[in-house]
C-alpha cells in the first residue's frame, strides 16, 4: 500500500508514516485522522512521495482512517511552519498547532442568530427599550447583539426569554463581509499618493517586496497603506478574490482602526483574536482557508491562518514589542510575516513612525524599500518637545509632578485643551515596603516585586499573574501598620492628579480599565466629546489615537526605560517617548512635549528634543556594529528552568561545559536568566553570540541533541531574544 508522512498533532512526535488507502487520494495538505496507539489523532499529509520503507514494515503500518471536509494546508503554509520550526528550533508539531484550528475541523453546526421580532417586551426598562432601538435590522449572536446595543449580555437575554428577540436560523455558514475597493476614496495628499502609487505597483506585480512604510505620527500612513489593501482587493486569481493580512499589535485597540477601515471600503474586516467562542472561530477560520474572508485583522496568531489568495501583509506599527512572542514557540511574528510574504510571493508593509534598528538595517542593505512620509497631513506640525530636569525641579516630597509640568498642566486646563500624562506602570505603586523591617514583598513563584493595584485592593505579579490581597501586617515581621507604597504607577499619578487639580476630569487608560475594543471605543467617544481634560496612561495611551484637542504630553519618568540597560533600553525609551509625543498637537493648534528626566543631556533625550531620529539611530547602529550584536551578528539564549534551584543549575553548568568550541560562536553562561524565578521555576540562561554568517541553530543542534536532562528540567531555546 502507498505510505504517506503525517505531520501529527501531539506535542514530542513529529512526522509519522501511515498506510494511505488508495480511494482516499490523499495530497499534500490533507487534513486527516490517524490512529497513535489507541486514540485517533489529527494530522497533516507532508508528504507524498517515494516514501522508502523506513524502521516501520509495511505489514506493521496502520492506515489513515479519513479525511476532513476542510480545505487542504496549501503548500505555501506547509513551507512556512516547516521554516518556523526550523529557524526558531520548535517542534514542528507545536508550529502547526497555531496553525490549525481544531474547532473548524468539526461538521458544521445549525448556527441560531437573534433578532427583533413582534412582541414588545412586558417590562420596559430603559436598557430594554436602547436595545430595540439600537438592534433595529441587526442580527447575530447575544454577545454580538450586547455590543452592538451596548448592554450587558443578561439585558439580551431577557429580551430572548420574553420573545421579543426570536431566533432565526442563519445557516450552516455566514458569508463574511466583503469589503468594497472603490467604497469611498480618500484624496492623497502629495507625498501620501506618491508612497502609494509605489505599494500599489509591488501588489499589481504578485512578487515578494518588503516595504518600510516610515511616516511621522500624524502622517497618515494608514490611509495609504489602504490603498495597497484595495489594489489587493481588486487582484483577482483563477476567480479568487485576493486576501489581506493586516497584523496589529493589540486587538482590543484597533476600535479607531476598526472604523477608519469601514469607512474605507463599507464594512468591517474579520477580526481574529483569541477571545473568539468556538463557533466563531471556526467560521472565520473556514472563510480564510475558502477565500471568503478577503481581509483579515489579528494579533500576531493571524500570521498561522491558511490563506489561499494572499496577495499583501501589513504590520501595523511595526516597531512593537509585542510582536516578540516568548512564551510557547517563541517567535518574532515580523520576522515570520516576511517569511510568509516571501513563501507566498507577495508584498508587505512595515509601517511605523519609530522602526527597528532592524528594520533600518535591512533598508540599509538593499532588501527592504523605504518609503517616506515627513509630514504630518493636513499641515499639522510635530509638536516642540523639552525636557525637565528633576535635580534642578524636583517635586514635592512624595508627589510626581515637578512645578513646571504641573504649571503646564494647570495652563492647558484653564484654555479647555487636553493634556496626556504617561508613565509606563499600571498599578499604585511598583513596591511595598515595610517601615519597620525592610522587607519588600515580592511574589511568592517569581523573582519580582508585587505591584500593588489599588483600584482592584490586590497585590499582583505582573509575571505570573499571582495575586493577595494587601496584607494588614508585615509578612517578615508582623509589625502592622508600617507597609508604605514606594514609587509610582498610573493610579497614584491619578490620585496626585486628583490633589492638585480637583477641578480637571481624569481618565485612566491601560490594561485593567482599557481591556476591550468596547472600552476603548466608549474612551475615544469621551475624549472626544471634550468629557475628559487629562488622560493618564500605560503605553497603551501611545497606540494609535487621534485626539485634535490634545495639545500637551507630560512624560513622569523618562528615564523609567533606561534602567537595567540592556541592548535595546535606548532604542525602547524612543520609541516609546516619540509615539506618546506624537499624540500631542495632530489637529489645528500645535502641541507641546515635557520630558521628566534627570538626564537631559542624555544621547536619547537630546535626539527626542532634537527630532534627531538619524543621529540617534546612526550611533546606536554603530555600537550594536561594533560590538557584533543584531542585526550584525546573531544571538540566541538557552533556558534551563526547574522547580530545583540545584539540579536547574546543574544541568546548565553541564550543558554549559559541553558547548562545542566553534569559530565564530562563543557561549556565555551560564548565569542566573533575567527573571531567575518564575511561575516557581528557576532558571539559568546560556548565551550564544556568534557571527553573522554563522549557522546558529546547527550548532545549537549538535550541542544540545547530545544531552540527557532530568525530567524536571525543561530547556528552551529563544533565537533572536528580545531581553538579555
Ligand atoms: P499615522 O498612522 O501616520 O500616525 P494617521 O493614519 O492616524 O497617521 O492619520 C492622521 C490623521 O489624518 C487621521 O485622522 C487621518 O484620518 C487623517 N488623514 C490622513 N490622511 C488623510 C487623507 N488623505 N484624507 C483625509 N484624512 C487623512
Ligand atoms: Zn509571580
Same mark, same amino acid.
Not at 511552519?81 to 475541523?105: E, F, G, H, K, N
Given at each position: 500500500?502507498? +505510505?504517506?508522512?503525517?505531520?501529527?498533532?501531539?506535542?514530542?512526535?513529529?512526522?509519522?508514516?501511515?498506510?494511505?488507502?488508495?480511494?482516499?487520494?490523499?495530497?499534500?495538505?490533507?487534513?486527516?485522522?490517524?490512529?497513535?496507539?489507541?486514540?485517533?489523532?489529527?494530522?497533516?499529509?507532508?508528504?507524498?512521495?517515494?516514501?522508502?520503507?523506513?524502521?516501520?514494515?509495511?505489514?506493521?503500518?496502520?492506515?489513515?482512517?479519513? $479525511?476532513?471536509?476542510?480545505?487542504?494546508?496549501?503548500?505555501?503554509? /506547509?513551507?512556512?511552519?516547516?521554516?518556523?520550526?526550523?529557524?526558531?528550533?520548535?517542534?514542528?508539531?507545536?508550529?502547526?498547532?497555531?496553525?490549525?484550528?481544531?474547532?473548524?475541523?468539526?461538521?458544521?453546526?445549525?448556527?441560531?442568530?437573534?433578532?427583533?421580532?413582534?412582541?414588545?417586551?412586558?417590562?420596559?426598562?430603559?436598557?430594554?427599550?436602547?436595545?430595540?432601538?439600537?438592534?433595529?435590522?441587526?442580527?447575530?449572536?447575544? /454577545?454580538?447583539?450586547?455590543?452592538?446595543?451596548?448592554?450587558?449580555?443578561?439585558?439580551?437575554?431577557?429580551?430572548?426569554?420574553?420573545?421579543?428577540?426570536?431566533?432565526? *436560523?442563519?445557516?450552516?455558514?455566514?458569508?463574511?463581509?466583503?469589503?468594497?475597493?472603490?467604497?469611498?476614496?480618500?484624496?492623497?495628499?502629495?507625498?501620501?499618493?506618491?508612497?502609494?502609487?509605489?505599494?500599489?505597483?509591488?501588489?499589481?506585480?504578485?512578487?515578494?517586496?518588503?516595504?518600510?512604510?516610515?511616516?511621522?505620527?500624524?502622517?497618515?500612513?494608514?490611509?495609504?497603506?489602504?490603498?495597497?489593501?484595495?489594489?489587493?482587493? $481588486?487582484?483577482?486569481?483563477?476567480?479568487?478574490?485576493?486576501?489581506?493580512?493586516?497584523?496589529?499589535?493589540?486587538?482590543?485597540?484597533?476600535?479607531?482602526?476598526?472604523?477608519?477601515?469601514?469607512?474605507?471600503?463599507?464594512?468591517?474586516?474579520?477580526?481574529?483574536?483569541?477571545?473568539?467562542?468556538?463557533?466563531?472561530?471556526?467560521?472565520?477560520?473556514?472563510?480564510?482557508?475558502?477565500?471568503?474572508?478577503?481581509?483579515?485583522?489579528?494579533?500576531?496568531?493571524?500570521?498561522?491562518?491558511?490563506?489561499?489568495?494572499?496577495?499583501?501583509?501589513?504590520?501595523?506599527?511595526?516597531?512593537?514589542?509585542?510582536?516578540?512572542?516568548?512564551?510557547?514557540?517563541?517567535?518574532?511574528?515580523? *520576522?515570520?510575516?516576511?517569511?510568509?510574504?516571501?513563501?507566498?510571493?507577495?508584498?508587505?508593509?512595515?509601517?511605523?513612525?519609530?522602526?527597528?534598528?532592524?528594520?533600518?538595517?535591512?533598508?540599509?542593505?538593499?532588501?527592504?524599500?523605504?518609503?517616506?512620509?515627513?509630514?504630518?497631513?493636513?499641515?499639522?506640525?510635530?509638536?516642540?518637545?523639552?525636557?525637565?530636569?528633576?535635580?534642578?525641579?524636583?517635586?514635592? +516630597?512624595?508627589?510626581?509632578?515637578?512645578?513646571?509640568?504641573?504649571a503646564a498642566l494647570r495652563n492647558n486646563l484653564q484654555i479647555g485643551e487636553q493634556s496626556?500624562?504617561?508613565?509606563? /506602570? $499600571?498599578?499604585?505603586?511598583?513596591?511595598?515596603?515595610?517601615?519597620?523591617?525592610?522587607?519588600?514583598?515580592?511574589?511568592?513563584?517569581?523573582?519580582?516585586?508585587?505591584?500593588?493595584? +489599588?483600584?482592584?485592593? /490586590?497585590?499582583?505579579?505582573?509575571?505570573?499573574?499571582?495575586?493577595?490581597?494587601?496584607?494588614?501586617?508585615?509578612?517578615?515581621?508582623?509589625?502592622?501598620?508600617?507597609?508604605?507604597?514606594?514609587?509610582?504607577?498610573?493610579?497614584?499619578?491619578?490620585?496626585?492628579?486628583?490633589?492638585?487639580?480637583?477641578?480637571?476630569?481624569?481618565?485612566?487608560?491601560?490594561?485593567?480599565?482599557?481591556?476591550?475594543?468596547? +472600552?476603548?471605543?466608549?474612551?475615544?467617544?469621551?475624549?472626544?466629546?471634550?468629557?475628559?481634560d487629562?488622560?493618564?496612561?500605560?503605553?497603551?495611551?501611545?497606540?494609535?489615537?487621534?485626539?485634535?484637542n490634545l495639545t500637551l504630553?507630560?512624560?513622569?519618568?523618562?528615564?523609567?526605560?533606561?534602567?537595567?540597560?540592556?541592548?535595546?533600553?535606548?532604542?525602547?525609551?524612543?520609541?516609546?517617548?516619540?509615539?506618546?509625543?506624537?499624540?500631542?498637537?495632530?489637529?489645528?493648534k500645535p502641541?507641546r512635549?515635557?520630558?521628566?528626566?534627570?538626564?537631559?543631556?542624555?544621547?536619547?533625550?537630546?535626539?527626542?528634543?532634537?527630532?534627531?531620529?538619524?543621529?540617534?539611530?546612526?550611533?546606536?547602529?554603530?555600537?550594536?556594529?561594533?560590538?557584533?550584536?543584531?542585526?550584525?551578528?546573531?544571538?540566541?539564549?538557552?533556558?534551563?528552568?526547574?522547580?530545583?534551584?540545584?539540579?536547574?543549575?546543574?544541568?546548565?553548568?553541564?550543558?554549559?561545559?559541553?558547548?562545542?568550541?566553534?569559530?565564530?560562536?562563543?557561549?556565555?553562561?551560564?548565569?542566573?536568566?533575567?527573571?531567575?524565578?518564575?511561575?516557581?521555576?528557576?532558571?539559568?540562561?546560556?548565551?550564544?553570540?556568534?557571527?553573522?554568517?554563522?549557522?546558529?541553530?546547527?550548532?545549537? $543542534?549538535?550541542?544540545?541533541?547530545?544531552?540527557?536532562?532530568?525530567?524536571?528540567?525543561?530547556?528552551?531555546?529563544?533565537?533572536?531574544?528580545?531581553?538579555?
Amino acid at each position: 500500500m502507498p +505510505r504517506v508522512r503525517v505531520l501529527v498533532l501531539q506535542h514530542g512526535l513529529g512526522a509519522l508514516d501511515y498506510a494511505a488507502p488508495p480511494e482516499m487520494a490523499l495530497a499534500p495538505g490533507d487534513i486527516v485522522r490517524v490512529p497513535l496507539g489507541p486514540r485517533e489523532i489529527v494530522g497533516v499529509v507532508w508528504e507524498t512521495e517515494a516514501l522508502a520503507a523506513n524502521e516501520v514494515p509495511d505489514a506493521k503500518l496502520r492506515a489513515v482512517r479519513g $479525511r476532513y471536509d476542510v480545505p487542504p494546508v496549501p503548500a505555501q503554509m /506547509r513551507r512556512l511552519i516547516d521554516w518556523v520550526a526550523d529557524y526558531y528550533m520548535a517542534p514542528p508539531a507545536s508550529v502547526l498547532r497555531m496553525a490549525l484550528s481544531l474547532t473548524a475541523l468539526e461538521p458544521a453546526r445549525k448556527l441560531i442568530e437573534y433578532r427583533l421580532g413582534g412582541a414588545l417586551p412586558t417590562r420596559a426598562t430603559p436598557q430594554r427599550l436602547q436595545a430595540i432601538e439600537r438592534l433595529e435590522g441587526r442580527q447575530g449572536s447575544p /454577545r454580538e447583539l450586547a455590543a452592538a446595543a451596548e448592554v450587558s449580555e443578561a439585558v439580551i437575554r431577557g429580551l430572548i426569554a420574553g420573545g421579543t428577540l426570536v431566533a432565526v *436560523d442563519a445557516g450552516p455558514e455566514r458569508a463574511p463581509p466583503q469589503p468594497d475597493a472603490d467604497f469611498a476614496q480618500p484624496v492623497l495628499s502629495y507625498e501620501q499618493a506618491v508612497a502609494a502609487a509605489d505599494l500599489v505597483a509591488a501588489v499589481d506585480a504578485h512578487a515578494f517586496a518588503p516595504f518600510l512604510l516610515d511616516g511621522v505620527t500624524g502622517s497618515g500612513k494608514t490611509e495609504v497603506y489602504f490603498e495597497a489593501v484595495a489594489a489587493a482587493l $481588486r487582484a483577482a486569481d483563477d476567480g479568487l478574490g485576493g486576501q489581506i493580512l493586516v497584523l496589529v499589535p493589540e486587538i482590543a485597540l484597533t476600535a479607531p482602526w476598526l472604523e477608519r477601515f469601514a469607512a474605507r471600503f463599507g464594512c468591517a474586516p474579520l477580526a481574529w483574536h483569541s477571545d473568539l467562542r468556538a463557533s466563531e472561530r471556526r467560521r472565520a477560520w473556514r472563510a480564510v482557508a475558502d477565500g471568503g474572508a478577503r481581509v483579515v485583522v489579528g494579533a500576531r496568531s493571524a500570521l498561522f491562518l491558511p490563506f489561499v489568495n494572499l496577495r499583501l501583509i501589513v504590520i501595523d506599527e511595526a516597531h512593537e514589542a509585542s510582536f516578540k512572542q516568548e512564551d510557547g514557540v517563541s517567535y518574532h511574528a515580523r *520576522d515570520v510575516a516576511v517569511m510568509r510574504a516571501q513563501a507566498e510571493n507577495i508584498p508587505i508593509i512595515l509601517a511605523t513612525a519609530t522602526p527597528a534598528i532592524e528594520t533600518r538595517v535591512q533598508v540599509a542593505r538593499g532588501r527592504y524599500t523605504e518609503l517616506k512620509l515627513p509630514s504630518r497631513f493636513g499641515g499639522a506640525q510635530l509638536p516642540d518637545i523639552d525636557t525637565i530636569d528633576l535635580r534642578s525641579n524636583p517635586p514635592v +516630597r512624595g508627589r510626581w509632578i515637578s512645578p513646571p509640568l504641573l504649571a503646564a498642566l494647570r495652563n492647558n486646563l484653564q484654555i479647555g485643551e487636553q493634556s496626556l500624562l504617561f508613565l509606563n /506602570r $499600571r498599578g499604585y505603586a511598583p513596591m511595598t515596603l515595610c517601615r519597620a523591617c525592610g522587607e519588600r514583598i515580592e511574589c511568592p513563584q517569581c523573582t519580582a516585586w508585587m505591584v500593588e493595584h +489599588r483600584l482592584t485592593q /490586590r497585590l499582583m505579579c505582573h509575571h505570573c499573574g499571582y495575586q493577595t490581597p494587601p496584607p494588614p501586617a508585615c509578612p517578615a515581621c508582623g509589625a502592622e501598620g508600617m507597609l508604605v507604597p514606594c514609587g509610582p504607577g498610573v493610579e497614584r499619578v491619578a490620585e496626585e492628579v486628583a490633589q492638585v487639580l480637583p477641578d480637571a476630569r481624569v481618565a485612566l487608560v491601560t490594561s485593567d480599565t482599557i481591556y476591550s475594543p468596547a +472600552r476603548a471605543a466608549a474612551l475615544i467617544a469621551s475624549v472626544d466629546a471634550g468629557d475628559i481634560d487629562i488622560l493618564i496612561g500605560t503605553q497603551l495611551v501611545t497606540k494609535g489615537y487621534h485626539f485634535p484637542n490634545l495639545t500637551l504630553v507630560g512624560v513622569v519618568d523618562a528615564d523609567l526605560g533606561l534602567a537595567g540597560g540592556d541592548l535595546r533600553a535606548g532604542e525602547r525609551t524612543f520609541q516609546q517617548i516619540a509615539q506618546v509625543s506624537g499624540r500631542a498637537g495632530r489637529g489645528a493648534k500645535p502641541g507641546r512635549v515635557l520630558l521628566q528626566t534627570h538626564q537631559p543631556e542624555a544621547r536619547v533625550m537630546q535626539a527626542l528634543v532634537h527630532y534627531d531620529a538619524e543621529g540617534f539611530y546612526a550611533a546606536e547602529t554603530a555600537q550594536r556594529e561594533e560590538l557584533g550584536m543584531p542585526p550584525f551578528g546573531r544571538l540566541a539564549a538557552i533556558i534551563i528552568s526547574g522547580p530545583n534551584e540545584a539540579q536547574a543549575s546543574a544541568t546548565a553548568r553541564a550543558i554549559g561545559r559541553a558547548a562545542p568550541k566553534i569559530d565564530g560562536i562563543n557561549v556565555l553562561g551560564p548565569a542566573p536568566a533575567p527573571l531567575s524565578m518564575l511561575r516557581g521555576r528557576y532558571r539559568f540562561r546560556l548565551l550564544v553570540h556568534a557571527r553573522r554568517s554563522a549557522d546558529v541553530q546547527g550548532m545549537i $543542534r549538535g550541542w544540545l541533541g547530545g544531552i540527557e536532562v532530568p525530567s524536571a528540567v525543561r530547556v528552551a531555546v529563544d533565537i533572536d531574544p528580545h531581553s538579555f
